[in-house]
């Protein structure tokens, strides 16, 4: 049988002159003399760089967006508090046993924080991340959205505009931002798992991914369960269907994926000595973390989804509408609906109106974006995504979730690389405390061994950071002393150690009586920093046994 274009070339007189000549002709001309023409070639190549154009935009626009984030000063406590645990992880320390954080992360955040060392490659490994992230969403939505070029971009100028500037804290290395990017790929394998019937592949490494993103924070869970319940449960028609559904082998591969890497690294720290059983009291010691914020009590508390109980009633209102109207609703609708439900529940799950915890809602809320601008919807549809939509501003009102200047906030940086503002001025238009800080961690770090330890009394873990020294005591900041009632075993460890130098903070309103005995008894004052600065300034004070390098 003869091909297409064997009817249009003679291959019986292609002599190597001749294709020597047409290979000559096509470079100039973009045609072969024989009538095939390398415009195929040079088309096929555009088609390929019209693929990935799209994708280099992207990242090019989130590396813009996250520069200044490579500028800033160590000023976040969250962020310093996994750099000071990351420390004493490189260090040799155990995590959750010789330092640690309450209530505890999973291991992964503390890990990147070992890795990176300081603020700076913190920053930058998060801009990698993201790179990746917005990538993977990329491919998430053009798999939901086939052929909806515009919805496309409009969802992802939304991800990228909540996820890449401060809007919702998305420019600080926190663990909510770190683990979408494993979730939103672990979507994506299940969306293609599903449409290419015996992948079972797809089911085994989107299980792995939705672990590793439980091994970033907990409230991952809520995500797991939304992809359980969209695509096992909510996309069959029919209840003998929904039943069916838990005999089909690939939810078990993907159940048994999930729990692979979070039973590895409950191996992990048993070998070091930290009991399961450790790691689920500090997990769920945040349980009074949850109850303690805005206690209402009495019918005002359910109306305004006060109380967990309430959110988890309004979260099983949302799952039984979804169930009702299933057959109403295509599959997008259901898979976005049910993970932008659950997403906002495991952001609310604590009831603390920090901004960072949205960032959880947002790849499904992008995905809401999409399918109102690139479908036209149905009227359940409609409902559906609008009521949904209703709910979550009345609970972002309701809590009230506070929003970065973003304006501001790249405005001040521009005034910092123009030269209008010096170094000085622009860490302390983040946080007045850092002039101080600064300060107090050079002087720190330029009298004191690497290997000596230090001891701050406030809330301060930058200085640990900066000036690389790790503290005494297992614990970081004054709070969690105080909310572990450890006050009496860190009285005991300071007077075992006794560290070269111990800072009292003038602005820590925490007593700590035993501190003040040990200080008064062993330790003389040195210095008192004069910087310029709207904070008190901090004691510091060396140990009698010691003297000044």
């Avoid at 028609?237 to 069916?244: N, P, Q």
């Avoid at 690294?265 to 997990?283: C, T």
């Avoid at 304006?407 to 302390?428: E, K, L, M």
Wanted: proline share 5%.
């Amino acid at each position: 049988m003869t091909s297409k274009i064997g009817k249009k070339i003679n291959f019986r007189g292609l002599t190597p002159m001749v294709f020597a000549r047409a290979l000559a002709r096509s470079l100039f001309c973009l045609e072969f003399t024989s009538g095939l023409t390398t415009r195929v070639f040079f088309q096929a190549r555009i088609h390929w760089w019209q693929k990935i154009e799209s994708l280099i935009l992207l990242v090019a626009v989130v590396i813009w967006l996250r520069l200044p984030t490579l500028f800033e000063p160590a000023w976040y406590g969250d962020e310093n508090i996994y750099l000071t645990i990351g420390q004493g992880i490189r260090k040799g320390l155990v995590l959750y046993k010789d330092i640690t954080d309450f209530p505890n992360k999973p291991p992964l955040i503390y890990l990147l924080a070992a890795a990176a060392k300081n603020v700076f490659w913190f920053r930058l490994l998060l801009m990698v991340w993201q790179v990746v992230g917005v990538i993977w969403w990329f491919l998430l939505v053009r798999e939901l959205l086939p052929k909806r070029w515009w919805a496309w971009w409009v969802s992802t100028l939304i991800f990228v505009g909540l996820t890449a500037t401060p809007v919702w804290e998305g420019t600080i290395a926190n663990a909510e931002i770190f683990m979408m990017m494993p979730v939103m790929a672990g979507m994506w394998l299940l969306v293609r798992g599903f449409r290419k019937k015996g992948a079972w592949v797809h089911f085994l490494g989107a299980g792995v991914l939705f672990g590793l993103g439980f091994l970033f924070k907990i409230p991952v869970v809520a995500e797991i369960v939304a992809a359980v319940v969209a695509f096992w449960i909510l996309r069959k028609e029919k209840v003998a269907g929904m039943v069916r559904a838990f005999t089909d082998m690939r939810l078990y591969i993907f159940g048994a994926a999930v729990l692979l890497p979070i039973a590895l690294m409950l191996l992990f720290h048993w070998s070091q000595g930290v009991a399961p059983q450790e790691l689920l009291f500090n997990a769920t010691g945040s349980t009074g973390y949850v109850s303690v914020w805005q206690r209402q009590e009495g019918l005002a508390a359910w109306l305004t989804l006060a109380t967990l109980p309430a959110r988890a009633v309004a979260l099983s209102g949302v799952l039984l509408v979804l169930l009702l109207l299933r057959k109403r609703l295509r599959f997008a609708v259901i898979l976005t609906v049910t993970w932008f439900s659950l997403a906002m529940f495991g952001a609310l799950v604590s009831g603390r109106p920090y901004p960072h915890y949205l960032l959880q809602v947002v790849p499904a809320f992008s995905l809401l974006a999409a399918l109102m601008v690139g479908w036209r919807m149905r009227l359940a549809e409609w409902l559906v995504v609008l009521g949904i939509l209703l709910l979550f501003v009345s609970a972002h009102n309701r809590f009230g979730f506070g929003h970065g200047n973003v304006v501001g906030y790249y405005h001040n940086f521009w005034r910092y690389i123009s030269g209008q503002v010096d170094q000085g001025t622009f860490y302390n238009s983040f946080d007045g405390r850092m002039g101080r800080n600064y300060a107090v961690a050079k002087y720190l770090r330029e009298r004191t061994r690497p290997d000596e330890r230090i001891y701050v009394w406030g809330t301060e873990p930058d200085i640990y950071v900066l000036a690389d020294r790790l503290p005494v005591g297992r614990l970081t900041t004054s709070f969690h002393v105080e909310d572990l009632n450890e006050y009496e075993r860190l009285a005991e460890e300071l007077s075992m150690v006794l560290p070269k130098y111990v800072v009292l903070m003038e602005n820590e309103p925490r007593p700590f009586p035993q501190l003040d005995r040990l200080v008064q008894a062993r330790y003389m004052p040195v210095e008192e920093l004069s910087q310029h600065t709207s904070f008190a300034l901090p004691v510091i004070l060396r140990s009698e046994m010691t003297k000044d390098l």
